[in-house]
């Protein structure tokens, strides 16, 4: 896994220092992950990374909330309702509220068909060919069908400077053993998993 691992002066150190990594999401997907509207998450990797690197080996990571002004006009008017609470988990302290497994990562082939998957997930077909599909074209779109888990507790971070950046993946300085309340059924995932391949992939 092609992971960024950064550190901040205001960052905890020493013994005691736990850090996990995660995966930078838009809160409104995260919120969407955890009342069963999204299966899926799409990437390519940020602007300083080579690719997205998927997990090889899941142990399942968290998922570090993000925000941007355009987020309104990139998700579908049906999932509005999850902009608010979604800019809140972003805006002053970080809530990281959720984790997932990866049940699947499929490459795409064939992103003409990428919206008969719109079901899965929250975004636009405009944000979906600009942002996904049309950014950085040279590099591979991956799907990745996940399961979502809620954590038992959310987890409040500050706001650093390490966290900050066009990057898929950071190191979270907190710690997360992979439990909580599991959303959807696992079934479901692998038939969405067969669904996506034989769409797109």
Do not use: N
Request: glycine residues 8%; proline residues 6%.
């Amino acid at each position: 896994m092609d992971t960024d691992i950064s550190t901040a002066d205001t960052a905890p150190t020493g013994p005691t220092a736990t850090t996990t990594v995660s995966l930078k999401e838009w809160g409104a997907a995260i919120h969407a992950l955890l009342q069963g509207r999204q299966q899926i998450l799409l990437r390519k990797g940020g602007i300083h990374e080579k690719a997205f690197a998927a997990p090889e080996d899941d142990g399942g990571f968290l998922l570090f909330p993000t925000v941007a002004h355009t987020h309104a006009e990139r998700t579908r008017p049906e999932h509005h309702d999850l902009l608010g609470p979604g800019d809140r988990d972003a805006t002053d302290d970080q809530v990281v509220r959720a984790g997932v497994h990866v049940v699947d990562v499929v490459e795409v082939v064939r992103p003409e068909r990428l919206p008969e998957l719109d079901d899965l997930h929250i975004w636009t077909a405009e944000s979906i060919r600009t942002d996904r599909v049309e950014f950085r074209p040279k590099h591979p779109l991956q799907i990745l069908v996940v399961q979502a888990i809620e954590l038992p507790e959310p987890i409040v971070l500050p706001r650093l400077d390490a966290y900050g950046g066009c990057k898929s993946w950071i190191d979270v300085h907190a710690e997360w053993d992979g439990s909580g309340r599991v959303v959807g059924d696992r079934e479901e995932l692998l038939r969405v998993s067969h669904r996506v391949r034989s769409t797109v992939g």
